[in-house]
């Protein structure tokens, strides 16, 4: 069997000691900020030093996680930080910000970077825009299939690492706003509340809808081998010492070709219990099997006792790498100008409704364009793409009608839109959140983008725009977006809030209203307001575009999203 690596969770310090012993080549772990696991131990600034120098001197790689947004004013705080890691000896650092990415590659340029699996990397050209970007390694999506995951190790040097076993987000990672929005803690900051976890009405029925049993690919180690894999991950940070010697030295057993026993097997179920397990994604079984349906108070309600394997000793002896010093790059503020609006429509109806008014631009799927391209005006067209992938023949066609500009909703899709002659907008998906991630993106050919839709105005103010920046100023903002989602029209909270569900998407309850605020978003450097319809009729589309062509007050329940709160 090639080799893989094995990489194993620590939310504290006698966790990292359990995964080491237990036979792990290498642990992540993050400091007290930064990383996407807040709520457990981690380390602080003392502790994260011993713990990498520990790992250096039992030949074990430390990569540390670092795999949130930050925002401007958080970089004072973070340079030190990576500093310290980069001093101690840290092997890797794991990110989902591109902002951060930049600093790390030209200021510690032998830092290897480790994209987060919160950048939702799910494509070859994603992969490869991460390669050319200087990453060495790449946390995959957890919704591929054997045959995807392939895909990407054949067409790419970067290498690729997976999830193998534990929890399951229900969303793309990096891809959910539902805590954020829902309860102010956001999950691309570090801090989900798991609303996920929780039990919902799915029409007329109750259970724990959104929540997914634990991945375990235990039965396919082999297979992965085949494939390309290079580093096979436990997740596990808020799990504690024994769960993790137990998942590490089973998966350790498998990596180097011993029996998995039976017994094995029924440890793996014993030391923590979700409903069972799935390998559904990977063996693409994606049926109502995979969720848990009832929510269990306790999931350590099986977990049996565990002998810990004794502490290994210290083989090699190491004293860290030269200090470094960290700058952070001056930015220059371009012009502010004013703000125009523009209409996001997904339906035909909606399209419609929307040619019967002076729109100035319009953002459309390709589809419809090749639908209605003779009642368009092409030079105001903005052709969207779905959430992940593309069907570039389709886009062709696009660009063969003289469509000039084309948004990209993953950072995949960038070079190829590129590639095609477009112009490339950002969408919001891309979660850029500071002025460093927005010169990265622009860069590597983005004209114009929207900003996160987690960031407040003072923070959007704080964003020196090198490039045109939009924002939403309506919609239903997308909470989830799931590759397997509940069968159903909506999903109903324990408080009595509905969500509704379309195709691969959750939308929240209510809609982001900015149409009496547009002078508050112009004021912080917005150049464009997106009106983004989602689930409105050909009416509703109507009345929402004369409110903001009248700056209405809002009528009904709505919401102002992020922009005056964090």
């Known amino acids: 069997m090639r080799k893989m690596e094995l990489l194993a969770p620590a939310g504290s310090f006698e966790a990292l000691k359990a995964a080491i012993n237990a036979g792990a080549d290498a642990v992540y772990f993050a400091g007290s900020d930064f990383g996407a696991r807040k709520f457990a131990s981690n380390f602080d600034d003392e502790e994260i030093v011993k713990a990498i120098m520990y790992c250096k001197t039992h030949g074990v790689k430390s990569y540390i996680t670092v795999n949130t947004l930050i925002s401007d004013r958080e970089f004072k705080k973070l340079c030190p930080f990576l500093e310290l890691i980069y001093t101690a000896g840290a092997d890797g650092v794991i990110i989902q910000d591109l902002g951060v990415a930049k600093l790390i590659r030209e200021q510690l340029p032998d830092l290897p970077l480790h994209a987060s699996t919160q950048m939702t990397v799910c494509t070859p050209d994603g992969a490869k825009q991460l390669e050319e970007l200087g990453f060495k390694q790449v946390v995959l999506s957890r919704e591929l299939t054997k045959d995807q995951i392939e895909e990407i190790c054949k067409s790419t040097n970067i290498k690729a690492e997976i999830f193998v076993h534990g929890a ?3 969303s793309y990672s990096g891809q959910c706003l539902m805590s954020s929005m829902i309860g102010g803690r956001s999950g691309n900051r570090g801090c989900c509340a798991q609303p996920c976890r929780m039990n919902y009405t799915l029409d007329g029925k109750k259970g724990a809808f959104l929540s997914l049993k634990d991945l375990s690919l235990i039965n396919h180690i082999e297979t992965l081998s085949q494939i390309g894999v290079d580093s096979l991950k436990i997740e596990g940070r808020m799990k504690g010492p024994e769960y993790i010697s137990v998942v590490t030295s089973i998966y350790r057993k498998a990596i180097d070709g011993k029996t998995v026993t039976k017994d094995d097997i029924k440890l793996l179920e014993n030391i923590f219990y979700r409903g069972g397990y799935t390998n559904g994604y990977f063996t693409n079984n994606k049926t109502e099997d995979m969720y848990a349906p009832f929510k269990d108070e306790n999931p350590y309600l099986r977990q049996t006792k565990h002998k810990m394997p004794p502490e290994k000793e210290a083989t090699i002896k190491y004293v860290g790498r030269d200090k470094a010093k960290l700058t952070l790059p001056s930015f220059k503020e371009k012009n502010r100008k004013g703000m125009s609006l523009s209409v996001r429509v997904r339906s035909q109806e909606q399209l419609k409704a929307v040619l019967e008014t002076p729109y100035s631009t319009l953002y459309i799927p390709a589809g419809l364009i090749c639908k209605f391209a003779s009642s368009l005006d ?3 067209v903005v052709c969207t793409l779905p959430r992940l992938d593309m069907d570039k023949e389709l886009i062709k ?3 063969d009608l003289c469509v000039e500009k084309a948004m990209a909703s993953n950072i995949g899709q960038i070079a190829p839109l590129n590639e095609m002659g477009f112009k490339v907008i950002g969408d919001f998906t891309l979660n850029i959140y ?18 996160s839709q987690e960031l407040m105005l003072p923070q959007i103010r704080d964003i020196a725009k090198c490039m045109p920046v939009y924002c939403l100023a309506y919609g239903r903002l997308p909470l989830m977006y799931i590759e397997n989602p509940p069968k159903g029209k909506s999903l109903t909270d324990r408080q009595g809030t509905t969500f509704a569900i379309d195709g691969h998407e959750i939308f929240n309850s209510v809609p982001l209203y900015m149409a009496d605020k547009t002078q508050d978003m112009t004021e912080v450097g917005i150049r464009e307001g997106i009106i983004m319809l989602t689930i409105e009729d050909r009416e509703q589309t109507r009345t929402i575009i004369n409110a903001f062509a009248e700056k209405a007050s809002p009528k009904g329940n709505f919401t102002r999203g992020k922009y005056y709160k964090n």
């Open 378 to 380: 092409l030079s105001k």
């Open 397 to 399: 066609t696009v660009r």
């Open 434 to 451: 500071n002025s460093l991630a927005l010169k990265h993106y622009k860069e590597i050919g983005l004209w114009a983008t929207c900003l």
């Open 168 to 170: 399951l987000c229900v």
